[in-house]
């Protein structure tokens, strides 16, 4: 079994900044990708921001330049970091570890809410 959690996660005024923490645990030999996906009410799950083993990043367009992703591979963490926070940004916010070796495994942490207030 592997567990992931997120924290982390509160309220803010708008263009203020959060840092979120995603920590996966368990039977763990190695990890593709960590990822932080979002859903607002009424809204599909998109993708934030993801990592891949090797470093390399993505994010979505409407995060560019605001948020940052990065890892601690040692302690199969991982970070995003929020500024210059929107009330679109408003949402819960998921962790997701990914590996594609043996044992693979796809799993997702609960959630954190994220609030943004003008």
């Known amino acids: 079994q592997v567990q992931v959690e997120e924290s982390g996660g509160g309220l803010v005024q708008a263009g203020g900044s959060l840092r979120l923490s995603c920590t996966a645990s368990g039977r763990i030999f190695s990890i593709n990708v960590m990822g932080w996906y979002r859903q607002a009410p009424g809204k599909q799950r998109e993708l934030v921001a993801g990592?891949?083993?090797?470093?390399?990043?993505n994010y979505a367009d409407s995060v560019k330049g605001r948020f940052t992703i990065s890892r601690e591979t040692a302690k199969n963490t991982a970070y995003l970091q929020m500024n210059s926070l929107k009330a679109e940004d408003t949402a819960v916010y998921y962790c997701?570890?990914?590996?594609?070796?043996?044992?693979?495994?796809?799993?997702w942490g609960q959630g954190t809410q994220v609030t943004v207030s003008s």
């Open positions: 997701n570890v990914v590996s594609l070796g043996i044992p693979r495994f796809n799993s």
């Open positions: 990592i891949s083993s090797g470093g390399g990043t």
